[in-house]
Structure formats: C-alpha cells, structure tokens
T-cell receptor, first 112, second 115 residues
Framework: DAKTTQPPSMDCAEGRAANLPCNHS???????VYWYRQIHSQGPQYIIH???NNETNEMASLIITEDRKSSTLILPHATLRDTAVYYC?????????????FGKGTTLSVSS | DADVTQTPRNRITKTGKRIMLECSQT?????MYWYRQDPGLGLRLIYY???????NKGEISDGYSVSRQAQAKFSLSLESAIPNQTALYFC??????????????FGAGTRLSVL
C-alpha cells in the first residue's frame, strides 16, 4: 500500500466545513484513495473513495489533486456526531492481501 | 436496523473457556471478515471468507477458528480463551459485485474481556 500522511488532530466548529488532508505522494496509477472513519469504539465506517476525479456522496466530498499526490476529505457542515478518527487508505483494487490497513488517522474534534 | 449485526456486544469470560462471537448480515454480500482491535492499535485481520466454502486465515489466526454457516452468517470461535485475546472484535462484509474488496462494511463490534 502507498504510504499516507495525515495530521494527528484537527478541530472544527459545528456547522463549519471540515477539511481533512491526506498526503500520498508515492501513489501508483492504479491505486484508489479510500476514506473511513471510526467513532469511538464503534466499527469503522466507509465514507468515500476515488481514483482521480473529485467525488461527492451524501456524507462527504473527496478532492484529489491533479498530480494525485494528495487529497482532501470535506465534510461540508460538520456536526458533533462527526467527531471521530478519520483514515485515508491508498490501495489498488487488485492489491494482494485482504486486510484494510488503518494507520493512525486524524482525530477530528467538532465542538459547538 | 443494522446491516451487519454482531452478538454479543459485550462478553466477559474466563481463561480456558470456549466462546463464540456471531455475525450476521442483511446486505447480501458474499465476503465476510473478522478483525480485532487492541487499544491504540489498528485493526488486524483474523479470518476471512469469500463464500461459504472458502475460508482463509488472516494475519493472526492462531487461537481462533471460524465457521461460515451460510452466506449471511460468519462465526468466530476462541477454542480456549486467554487474557491476551481481550480486545474489540469487528465483523465486516464486502461485495464482489462491486469489484472492490476495499469497501468493507463493519459491525458495531464485540468487546471481549478474558479474565
């Protein structure tokens, strides 16, 4: 898996956009960027993924730079329930091995 | 209702006891997984199954066994529990039809304590 770098923690005010960055400068051409989050002691939750185009779903938007060396997960209107650890994972669909490798992630704290 | 249901949610047991953790899913996915998470550490894969007749060991399968009773059910057993198996256990599923094994859906977890 390509190595990813995320800030250890971020704060966000409720109602504001939360922009979580991820650096993946060694990403290969066939590797996707996946985002998951884990709310305290709950199961990880898939959020969104993309290859090179920007993606949006009901939970978030994913912006991938043109050179694909970094990406940003955007929660447009953060709520207290978005407080969680957010993980950026870079893998190809045909990656050997089945286990998802969660690094240290970014702890997002949303406050009122 | 949760799509991936784990039972029990919490369990305390004694060293040497046999214990079973159960997972059922209503998502219709073919692939199922068991992970464990220790405090401050990432998830580690114990076993995974691509269908009822296809069971595979993960990174840390020693001391565990699994059974895929049906496409929707995947059970994890600790044959003789030991204290270092105290952890948070997660079941997950994914769907071959999407062609993307990296999109996995997790249950709420089972917190197991072995005394």
């Amino acid at each position: 898996d390509a190595k990813t770098t995320q800030p250890p923690s971020m704060d966000c005010a409720e109602g504001r956009a939360a922009n979580l960055p991820c650096n993946h400068s060694t990403i290969s051409g066939n590797e996707y960027v996946y985002w998951y989050r884990q709310i305290h002691s709950q199961g990880p939750q898939y959020i969104i993924h993309g290859l090179k185009n920007n993606e949006t779903n009901e939970m978030a938007s994913l912006i991938i730079t043109e050179d694909r060396k970094s990406s940003t997960l955007i929660l447009p209107h953060a709520t207290l329930r978005d407080t969680a650890v957010y993980y950026c994972i870079v893998r190809s669909r045909n990656q050997a091995g089945t286990a998802l490798i969660f690094g240290k992630g970014t702890t997002l704290s949303v406050s009122s | 209702d949760a799509d991936v249901t784990q039972t029990p949610r919490n369990r305390i047991t004694k060293t040497g006891k046999r214990i079973m953790l159960e997972c059922s899913q209503t998502k219709g996915h073919d692939r199922m997984y068991w992970y464990r998470q220790d405090p401050g550490l990432g998830l580690r894969l114990i076993y995974y199954s691509f269908d009822v007749k296809d069971i595979n060991k993960g990174e840390i399968s020693d001391g565990y066994s699994v059974s895929r009773q049906a496409q929707a059910k995947f059970s994890l057993s600790l044959e003789s529990a030991i204290p270092n198996q105290t952890a948070l256990y997660f079941c997950a599923t994914s769907d071959t039809r999407t062609g993307d094994k990296n999109i996995q859906y997790f249950g709420a977890g089972t917190r197991l304590s072995v005394l």
